[in-house]
Every structure is written in structure tokens, then in C-alpha cells.
């Protein structure tokens, strides 16, 4: 199986066979990462650009973390947008970063769109690390590797998906790989914080917690951020944390062997309890794990292929 | 028609022969294993580790490389082979190391497996065994137990079948396509 | 000076002409529109002669929806610019946004803005004046100072009157003047950090929505405030199917409510803006597919009178950037013949209907002494040709902006000539 796109800008648009290549691919490299000596020589001189606009340690350092091991030259560039401010537009950075002849790109960037939009003026390949509320796509394979070590298969898994996923790049990730993978996805939260037409992405939609997680075998819990308080999504967090908050309680409604996942970094006793978090249910930890071999793999595969190879 | 250049029993009386020098030039099996190079080179290993089970009673350590990682053409613009794990189940750090591979040529798969090996620990000494060697060496590299030497042409390919990965022992020369 | 245009079929919807006929131009009037072979070439002695066989003959086209940018944006386009990318669409007249900096507020800039038109615009400019001081939305501008220096009508536009005290004073205000408002129609807090339609679209490219309720609300606001108040309101870029319901209930009731579409709320959905091309961002935003049935509906049915192309120019540094951060808007003047063309092709406007919310209507809703052939009218024409079939190429606009989603398009229907005042301002050979 071979992954066949020549960036990682999204999940929308890739098959079952381009998912399942770089799921494959990570399991192999996350042996590599349990050695002693975890470095392979294999992009030896290669050079990988971290350009993250947002703040960001845990994703920032899992993708330093992947190309180090690679043996690759990792630069990281913390784009506080400032250079933005001072009248460089994205495109132009992008640019400087071509003429420096970098190899992969890795981008998180605040605005939708953005990773598509480097891309655009870059010859080598692009990784998306998360562009506005648009995608997150190597979060979506990190936790479809992490439920596929626990489940084994992932095709008719129940998922449920719980928070804000109006503004969640994670939630649009994995809805989109799993439903390409034949998953069952539903996804839980106050109106104010459900999408248009979500609907129409093939996913439930519940406002109600205890039904939304009925019988499921994932439950993917988002971080709900606290500054949205104010924006009039609900009205506080103490009702949003009674109404929406995951505690054992309410984890009985879903199956005996429920997988606990969550992006980070963790609101602890607001979206999730402690007990839940560091409970047996828990593979929050997996999936950072997960999330270098993931990382490995996807850099592993977008160097191996040359345009000519690239539909 | 291709030529064979080894049937299934001379490629079992080559693995047999070799099984033999291998005990002798180590004067036994004492601190020796045996590291197969994927694909095909882990099938050639353990049949070597069986031959030699059946010669001195002792049954080796047995390793198997994926190289992919650690190869120097990686970029060339072809699409990756697959990579599969590595898994050397035993402590590479003062052991004597027999590494297997099918095909012996430029000698960069080997140059790639010593490098692997040597993220695992520092091996009392490295020997190589191969069924076939066709020559053409780029690298400062050579066996020290050989199948069969089989002269080619560069354009030549050897094709090493084993019952294993291809339902079938034998040796065949191609004359690639233009 | 004459001209004789020939051959043509003249389509002169304000006195009901649809057939082939000659049109004789002399001292930058229509001096004669007769039956074809009528006017006796040899008694013109010297008279240029345009054959115009295959092609429309129709009054130049007026857009009551324009924005040139200069002052303050010359970059995107100067009134000269601009005035030529009018003519190379057909357009003989256009309005002005006030929406430069400074600010068309004050009847210094309203004469600026008239006195650069003369010197260097080859079509007629017109200038609408604010509504408020700056835009803001709080204090009305001196509106009878402005249409003494030209002005004809108001509008904040592209920033709605929100204060429903301001909209109310404003239209009573205008009344006495008798000119009308023109509204950008957007509740700002509805559509605050959206950059496009509130759909499935939105939800999956995880933009910010512009719910279309936020112009049905303003619409209806404004609408609300017609009988009391007795000031005329003109709904701009009309672009929400509820809106379009919203105008045909007022018409009905007798309200002076007009409104207008631009080409591209009739042509794309939201759909476009998959891919994140930043020439698919306006505001309003492309909306869905029963929006545009709606909008085909109201020009069926006259709910929408006039077609504008809201010509909003902008340079590549405002539009290749992050799609959220890029300015709203797209070049229409060259492109809104041939889109227009769409309709007439597929049955929603005959030929003719489609001319007369290009010229007549429009020059009717603002009181211009525009827009018809009838002799003794200037001579403000233009000739195209309806089935010549064309790739645009944004590349060959006269704009200074080449901001569009339709480049590389395939369409009919061509500019040949643009004359104002008898006066041959373009010409496509």
C-alpha cells in the first residue's frame, strides 16, 4: 500500500489505501522509537522547516522529535505572526523557505486555508499541523493508530466525538478518516458549538452526553477553550462542565472496554475528570506516543516520491 | 528461456557447505548468531540455522533486518518499498554476527545492515554470508561465505527464488528489458 | 461630426424597439433611429460608419454599483482605471462607492471625485455620497450639499447602517431630497469573523460563517422602515433567497423598495470557495443553489430590477493571503455582459429584458437622463456581439485589478464598441 498525495494538507481527500499506508508504515517506525537508539540515518541531510504561527509544544515537539529521529536537519521557525504584522505575507515567507530549498514543510497556522495556500507556492511536500478550524490531519492518524493498537480493527467502531466541534480542526480530522474508514461517528455538544449542517458530514448529533456515548466503543473528549466563554457558546463553565464534562459516572453508559482519547492538553475536571484521565480507560499518553511514529512515517513517505510519481 | 544458474538441490547442497564453514571458520557456535536481511535473506538464514542445528546440536540466535531506513537511495524518486520491522531478539554486544542476504552486488544493502546493527550494540566481529555473488561491488565489501559466484552483466538481474517467499528453489539470470 | 451605426439589431427597451435598424449619431445625440437601408449613406457625406451586422445595438450600460478606489486605493484602481475597464464592459455609466479614503462624506470629495471623472474618465462617473460621517454609522453627512455637487444617491456601503435611529433619520432625510439609500445589508454581529456563506461548505473548510439571516434581517429592518419614514430604499447585491421574498411582499404592498443583483449571486454557489480561492470571497458571500433559484425567480418576475456588478477591484497583496485575512470582492465591468448572457441562454431574461436592467431600469431608479436610443438622447451606446463565444482572460482586463473567479471561463457575448457621447471610448477589433 503506498501513500499516493504529495502533501498532508487534510484528510478530505484521501482514500482508505492513503490512510491505511501511513497507519501501516507508523506501526513499523514506532518499533524504531522503542530502541535504545532511536535514530535511523534515513533523511540524513534533509531539511525540515517547524513553521508553527500558533502556540503549540506538544504537536511543535512531536514533529521536531519525528524528523530528529530521521536524522533530518529539523529548523523551527516560531511564527508569532509578528513577521506578518511587519508586512511579510505568508506567501512571501513560504517563498524565502522554497529559495532555502526545505524540504518538508510543516505548518500550524490560525487561518483556514493556510497549509493549501503554502502549498501553492512550494515545491516539496507540506504537512499540515493545523490551520485554523480547518484540519488537523496528523492528530486524525495518531488516534486512528492508537484505537487500531487497542481495537484492532477500526471499520464499525462507534466513536463519539464531544465538545466544541464548531471550532475544532481535531473533530473535522478524524470525521473525515473515519468515515472513509467505515467508522460510525457521532458527535455531542451544545447547539452554539455544533457546525452548520454537520449533518450532512454523516456523523449523529446528540446534545445530550449519556445518549451521545451509549454504547460506544471510542470516546474522543476535545479541550474546550476557555476564552470562548465569552462569545456566548454557553453560558458558563460550570454548567457547560455538569452538562458536557466526562466523569465515571457518565462512563457507564458506554461499552466495558471504552477507549478515553484527547488531544491535549487537558482541562482537567472541566471537559474531563481526573479519574477518567488517569483511569484504566485512558490512552491519552498512546496517542502522544503514537503521534512521533505517525509523524515518522508521513515524513518517511511524502520524501520517497517524486513528482513524477505524484498524480 | 533464462538459464538457471542454481536448481533447488544445489542451492541446498550451497546452504549445507556453507553451514559447514561457518562452524569451522568459528570453531564452533560459541557467542555466534545469525542476522537475516529481508526479503529474502532471512529464509537463507534460517535455513542456515537449521543446517547447523543438524551439524553441532545447538540452535543460533536468529535476527532479521529491514535495511529500508538506512539505504542511501532513498530519494531517487521511485515510490518505498514497504518497510517492515527489524527484530534482533538478542544482544548484539559481544556476539559474533553472520549476516544473510540472497544476492550479493553493489554491496550497499550490506553497508546499509552493518550500520543498522551497530544501533543495536558493538558486535565482536561481522561476517557475511551469501547464496550468490554477481559481482559489480561499489563499496569495499566481500563475503565471507559464498553460494556460488555467477559472473553478469550490470543489466543482468539475478532472480533468487526460495520456496519460503516464492513457492519454489531456484536461481534463474534475467536479461532485464531495455 | 456623424456616425452612422448600421445593420445592427437595436434593442432600445424605453421605446420598445427590438429589430434591425440603423442609428444615425450627430453632435453626440441620437439624431435618427430608422428602419434599416433608410438613412441614405451618401447624404451623410463623411460620416464614419460603423457596420454593426450580427451585433446588438443598445444604449451603454449603466452600473449603479461600482467602486474605483481613488481616493486613498489608487493601487486597485483610479477613476481613469477604472472608467476604461467600464467601457471595455460595455458600461457608459457608472456610480462610485464612497467607501474611499477619505471618505466620499463631504462635498470636497464628492467635486474631487467629479472633477478627476472630467479630466480623465472616457465614461460618465457618478458619485454616491455616505450616508454617515466616515461610515461610521452616527452621524448623517450633509446629504443636500452632496447632491448639489453630484451626488446621487447614499450608501454606506460595505458598512450597513446598523442603528436603526440613524437608518430612520437617514431615510427621512434623503426623502426631502428626494434621492434614494442604498443598503449593504449585514447584521455585522451575525456575520462577525465569518469570510463566507454559513453552510455545509463553511463547516467543512472550518471557516467562519455569514449566515444569510444577517441580510434578511437589515432587509426587512429597512423595509419596516419605508412607510413611516417615506424614503426609498434600493437593496444592494442582493444575495439571500429569503431577501429577494422580502422585496417581492414589499413591491407588492406598494412600498419604494428596489433592489439589485450582481453577476456572481446568479452564477456560483459556495461551493467555489472549496480550494480556498480568495476571488471567491465577497461580501455577501455566494450563497446556495435555492438562492440563486430565488434570484433567477426575482429577475423573472422584476422583484430584482437591475443587474450591478459591485466591481469592488483588488490587488494580488489583499487576495493571495490566508483566505480569512483577504479583502472581500471581485472585479465585474468585464465580465458582467457575458455572465449576464448565461441568463438570457438559459431562459431567465430575454435579450431584450436582460438590456433594460442593464439601462433604462437602472437610469429610471436614479433619475438619470440615460439608458434609451430615442432621438435626442446623448449618445451613449454600446455595440456587442451576443453569440461571439470567448475565453476570459483576466490578464487582458483594463482594471488595474485582475481579481476574478471567471478567468479562463468560457463565454458569448461581446463587447465590438462603447461610445459616450458619440464619442467611440473602446473598441474590441
Redesign the interface.
Known amino acids: ?2 501513500y499516493s498525495q504529495k502533501h498532508l494538507l487534510g484528510i ?1 481527500g484521501l482514500s482508505k489505501e492513503d490512510i491505511l499506508a501511513v497507519l ?2 507508523a506501526d ?2 514506532k ?2 522509537t522503542q ?3 532511536k ?5 540524513r541531510g ?1 531539511t525540515i522547516i517547524n513553521m508553527f504561527f500558533e502556540p503549540s509544544t506538544r504537536t511543535r515537539t512531536s514533529f521536531e522529535i519525528a524528523g530528529k529521529r ?1 536524522s533530518a536537519d529539523v529548523i523551527n521557525i516560531a511564527g508569532s505572526s509578528s513577521s506578518v504584522v511587519k508586512g511579510e ?3 512571501d515567507t513560504v517563498k524565502n523557505l522554497e529559495a532555502m530549498n526545505c524540504d518538508i514543510l510543516i505548518i500550524r ?1 490560525g ?4 497549509a ?2 503554502a502549498a501553492r507556492h512550494l515545491s516539496n511536500p507540506v504537512i499540515n499541523a493545523g ?5 488537523h490531519p496528523t492528530q486524525a492518524l495518531l488516534d486512528l493508530m492508537t484505537i487500531r493498537e487497542h481495537k484492532q480493527e477500526l471499520e464499525g467502531q462507534k466513536v463519539t466525538i464531544v465538545g466544541d466541534i ?1 471550532h475544532s ?1 481535531v473533530a ?1 480530522s478524524n470525521i473525515y478518516a473515519m468515515k472513509t474508514l467505515g467508522m460510525d461517528v457521532s458527535v455531542v455538544g451544545p447547539p452554539t458549538m455544533i ?4 449533518e ?2 454523516g456523523v449523529k448529533v446528540f446534545h445530550n452526553l449519556e445518549k451521545g456515548i451509549k454504547d460506544a466503543d471510542v470516546i474522543m473528549m476535545l479541550r474546550i477553550q476557555m476564552e470562548r466563554q465569552n462569545k456566548t457558546f454557553f453560558p458558563t463553565l460550570r454548567e457547560y462542565s455538569n452538562l458536557f464534562g466526562l466523569n465515571l459516572q457518565k462512563l457507564k453508559k458506554a461499552k466495558k472496554d471504552v477507549l478515553i482519547l484527547h488531544p491535549g492538553p487537558v482541562n482537567r475536571g472541566i471537559e474531563i475528570s481526573t479519574d477518567v484521565i488517569d483511569g484504566p480507560h485512558s490512552v491519552i499518553l498512546n496517542q502522544v506516543t503514537n503521534g512521533v511514529a505517525i509523524r515518522m512515517a508521513l515524513m ?2 511524502l ?4 513528482d ?2 505524484v498524480n | 528461456m533464462n538459464p538457471v544458474v542454481l536448481n533447488s538441490q544445489q542451492i541446498s547442497r550451497a546452504i549445507s557447505r556453507i553451514a559447514h564453514e561457518i562452524v569451522e571458520k568459528n570453531s564452533g557456535c560459541d557467542n555466534l548468531a545469525l542476522v537475516g536481511i529481508r526479503t529474502r535473506g532471512v529464509p537463507f538464514a534460517k535455513r542456515l540455522q537449521a543446517k547447523i542445528k543438524s551439524i553441532e546440536n545447538v540452535t543460533l540466535q536468529l535476527g532479521i533486518l529491514d535495511i529500508t531506513l538506512y539505504r542511501d537511495d532513498i530519494q531517487t524518486g521511485r515510490s518505498h518499498p514497504e518497510i517492515r520491522s527489524t527484530e534482533i531478539p538478542f544482544p548484539v554486544e559481544e556476539t559474533k554476527i553472520v549476516l544473510c542476504d540472497d544476492v550479493l552486488f553493489t554491496g550497499r544493502t550490506i553497508r546499509a545492515a552493518i550500520d543498522e546493527l551497530m544501533d543495536f550494540g558493538r558486535p565482536a566481529g561481522v561476517q557475511l554470508a551469501t547464496l550468490i555473488d554477481r559481482g559489480h561491488r561499489e563499496l569495499p565489501i566481500r563475503p565471507d561465505y559464498v553460494g556460488k559466484n555467477i559472473p553478469t552483466s550490470k543489466s543482468q538481474l539475478i532472480k533468487v527464488r526460495l520456496n519460503e517467499e516464492d513457492g519454489e528453489d531456484q536461481v534463474i539470470l534475467v536479461d532485464a528489458p531495455q | 461630426m456623424k456616425l452612422l451605426i448600421k445593420n445592427g439589431r437595436v434593442i432600445d427597451p424605453a421605446s420598445g424597439i427590438n429589430e434591425e435598424r440603423d442609428v444615425l449619431i450627430e453632435k453626440g445625440k441620437i439624431a435618427a433611429v430608422e428602419k434599416k437601408g433608410s438613412i441614405s449613406e451618401s447624404s451623410l457625406d463623411g460620416a464614419k460608419i460603423i457596420d454593426a451586422n450580427g451585433c446588438v445595438v443598445a444604449p451603454g450600460f449603466i452600473d449603479m454599483h461600482v467602486h474605483f478606489r481613488e481616493p486613498g486605493f489608487e493601487y486597485k484602481e483610479t477613476i481613469e482605471s477604472g472608467a476604461e475597464s467600464a467601457a471595455a464592459g460595455g458600461f457608459t455609466t457608472v456610480a462610485v462607492m464612497p467607501n474611499t479614503n477619505p471618505v466620499n462624506d463631504v462635498r470636497s470629495i464628492t467635486e474631487m471625485i467629479v472633477s478627476i471623472a472630467k479630466a480623465k474618465a472616457i465614461v460618465n462617473i457618478l458619485p454616491i455620497g455616505a450616508i454617515t460621517k466616515g461610515l461610521k454609522g452616527e452621524t448623517l453627512t450633509e446629504m443636500a450639499d452632496l447632491k448639489e455637487a453630484g451626488a446621487v444617491a447614499f450608501s454606506d456601503d460595505g458598512m450597513p447602517v446598523s442603528s436603526n435611529e440613524i437608518m430612520r433619520r437617514a431615510l427621512e432625510y434623503s426623502h426631502m431630497l428626494d434621492l434614494p439609500l442604498i443598503q449593504h445589508s449585514e447584521m455585522k454581529d451575525l456575520t462577525a469573523g465569518g469570510c463566507m456563506n454559513e453552510s455545509i461548505v463553511s463547516t467543512e473548510l472550518g471557516l467562519g460563517g455569514m449566515p444569510r439571516e444577517a441580510e434578511d434581517i437589515m432587509v426587512y429592518r429597512d423595509i419596516s422602515l419605508l412607510p413611516r419614514t417615506k424614503g426609498r430604499l434600493h437593496v444592494a447585491h442582493i444575495s439571500s433567497g429569503n431577501s429577494v421574498e422580502l422585496v417581492r411582499q414589499a413591491k407588492a404592498k406598494g412600498l419604494p423598495v428596489t433592489c439589485e443583483v450582481a453577476p456572481h449571486h446568479f452564477i456560483l454557489t459556495d461551493e467555489c470557495v472549496r480550494g480556498y480561492d480568495t476571488n471567491t470571497k465577497m461580501s455577501p458571500p455566494l450563497r446556495e443553489q435555492w438562492d440563486i433559484d430565488m434570484i433567477k425567480e426575482g429577475l423573472r418576475d422584476d422583484t430584482i430590477d437591475i443587474i450591478a456588478t459591485d466591481h469592488a477591484p483588488h490587488d494580488t497583496v489583499d487576495k493571495e493571503v490566508e483566505y480569512a485575512k483577504a479583502c472581500f470582492g471581485i472585479v465585474g465591468l468585464e465580465t458582467a455582459l457575458p455572465l449576464t448572457m448565461k441568463l438570457v441562454d438559459e431562459g431567465v431574461l430575454t435579450l431584450e429584458k436582460a438590456v433594460e436592467k442593464l439601462t433604462i431600469t437602472p437610469a429610471k431608479l436614479f433619475d438619470l437622463d440615460k439608458g434609451t436610443l430615442k432621438p435626442g438622447s446623448v449618445a451613449d451606446v454600446v455595440i456587442f456581439d451576443p453569440e461571439k463565444a470567448y475565453k476570459i482572460n483576466a490578464a487582458e482586463f483594463k482594471s488595474k485589478s485582475k481579481n476574478t473567479p471567471f478567468d479562463g471561463w468560457d463565454v458569448k457575448g461581446q463587447i465590438v464598441h462603447t461610445l459616450v457621447q458619440g464619442k467611440i471610448v473602446y473598441s474590441n477589433t
Open positions: 500500500m503506498q478530505k501501516n508504515a513499523t517506525f518499533v524504531y530502541r535504545d537508539i535514530k535511523v540515518p534515513t533523511l534533509r530521521m505575507t505568508l506567501v497556522h487561518e483556514a486555508g493556510a493549501e495556500l490551520d485554523g478550524y480547518h484540519e464548531a480542526r473535522r457546525p452548520a449542517d454537520m450532512k458530514m518517511y513517505l520524501l520517497g516520491l517524486s513524477e510519481t
